[in-house]
C-alpha cells in the first residue's frame, strides 16, 4: 500500500528557513524519481522540485537557488532544505512519484502534506 507521510512544515517569518521531510513506504521503489509539490490557497498544485534515484536535481525558476532537494534511497525519505523564505512560498507541500503516469500507476495517492506558512 502507498503511504506518503510530510512533516516539518511551519510558521516562519519572510528570510527564515525550514526543512521538510517525507516519508514513503517500501512499495515505492527507490528506483523511482520523488518530488516535493506545492499547493497554494487557490491555485493549483504545482512541482517545486525533483530528484532521481541517483541524485539529479532539478528545481522550478521561482526556488532554484534557495531549496535543496535530498534522498536517502536506504531508509525511503526525501528531504527539502527551503531558505530564505518568501510569502509567496506559502502552500501546503506534498511529495510523490513523479511523473504522473508512475504516480498514477501506483494509485495516485497523496499524503495529508505540511503546511508552511511565510508571514511577519
Known amino acids: 500500500q502507498v503511504q506518503l507521510v510530510e512533516s516539518g512544515g511551519g510558521l516562519v517569518q519572510p528570510g527564515g528557513s525550514l526543512r521538510l521531510s517525507c516519508a514513503a513506504s517500501?512499495?515505492?521503489?527507490?528506483?523511482?524519481?520523488m518530488g516535493w509539490y506545492r499547493q497554494a490557497p487557490g491555485k493549483q498544485r504545482e512541482l517545486v522540485a525533483t530528484?532521481?534515484?541517483?541524485?539529479?536535481?532539478n528545481y522550478a525558476d521561482s526556488v532554484k537557488g534557495r531549496f535543496t532537494i535530498s534522498r536517502d534511497n536506504a531508509k525511503n525519505t526525501m528531504s527539502l532544505q527551503m531558505n530564505s523564505l518568501k510569502p509567496e512560498d506559502t502552500a501546503v507541500y506534498y511529495c510523490?512519484?513523479?511523473?504522473?503516469?508512475?504516480?498514477?500507476?501506483?494509485?495516485?495517492?497523496w499524503g495529508q502534506g505540511t503546511q508552511v506558512t511565510v508571514s511577519s
Open positions: 510523490n512519484v513523479e511523473p504522473s503516469t508512475v504516480r498514477r500507476a501506483l494509485g495516485d495517492v
Open positions: 517500501r512499495i515505492i521503489n527507490s528506483i523511482y524519481t
Open positions: 530528484v532521481t534515484s541517483g541524485g539529479i536535481t
